[in-house]
């Protein structure tokens, strides 16, 4: 069985550095890409980015660029998303999905609530 | 890279039909046809519903389906159910920016 499965609920400081991950298995995780999705409190979904884990090409949505960090360590099926510095308008939970062919987003973390606050 | 647009909000009555539009522009939807369904619970992870614009996976209902016609591609869901209230997002591969993939805003099912 195909499963996603994510790091998870945080609660952070403004200005802190954070993590998160999303492990796959139940397949070859270097042959499908990983997205990373973001939804905040009582809004719509937004790609943030998406990488290839065979070879770490890793695309971002423009206003994310520069803000967050999309990784993968292949050793432990494992996709990452990370923030150097956080704000309270990081405030969201975040998806992982893996897409199985061209629109095909089949495979879904069940998400990892951040929490921004001073 | 603009989101696509869905309509906020729609609604039915127990087994009668609706229709979700999804309009883009000729740099995605009319061009590719590479238009997703989702389908979004309260509290839930999003749950593929249509792919590649009028597919299926597997153990999806066949009430769903779904079609496009130029910039604007539809999802269907007929003999609706109470179950079937939800959020629905589509989402479409993109020649504008560098993502190569944008959601649209998302539009609420109510079932009478």
């Known amino acids: 069985e195909v499963q996603l499965v994510q790091s998870g609920a945080e609660v952070k400081k403004p200005g802190e550095s954070l993590k998160i991950s999303c492990k796959g298995s139940g397949y070859s995780f270097p042959t499908y890409w990983i997205g990373w999705v973001r939804q905040t409190p009582g809004k719509g979904l937004e790609w943030m980015g998406v990488?290839?884990?065979?070879?770490?090409?890793?695309r971002y949505r423009p206003s994310f660029q520069g803000q967050v960090t999309i990784s993968v360590d292949k050793s432990i099926s494992t996709a990452y998303l990370q923030w150097s510095s956080l704000k309270a308008s990081d405030t969201a939970i975040y998806y992982c999905?893996?897409?199985?062919?061209?629109?095909?987003?089949?495979?879904w973390g069940q998400g990892t609530l951040v929490t921004v606050s001073s | 890279q603009s989101a696509l647009t869905q309509p906020a909000s729609v609604s039915g009555s127990p087994g009668q039909s609706i229709t979700i539009s999804c309009t883009g522009t000729s740099s995605d939807v009319g061009t590719y046809n590479f238009v997703s369904w989702f389908q979004q619970h309260p509290g839930k992870a999003p749950k593929l519903m249509i792919y590649d614009v009028s597919n299926r996976p597997s153990g999806v209902s066949n009430r769903f389906s779904g079609s496009k016609s130029g910039n604007t591609a539809s999802l269907t869901i007929s003999g609706l159910q109470a179950e079937d209230e939800a959020d629905y997002y589509c989402?479409?591969?993109?020649?504008?920016?560098?993502?190569?993939?944008?959601f649209g805003g998302g539009t609420k099912l109510t079932v009478l």
């Open positions: 990488i290839n884990p065979g070879d770490s090409d890793t």
């Open positions: 999905a893996r897409q199985v062919a061209a629109s095909r987003w089949e495979h």
């Open positions: 989402t479409s591969y993109t020649s504008s920016g560098t993502l190569g993939w944008v």
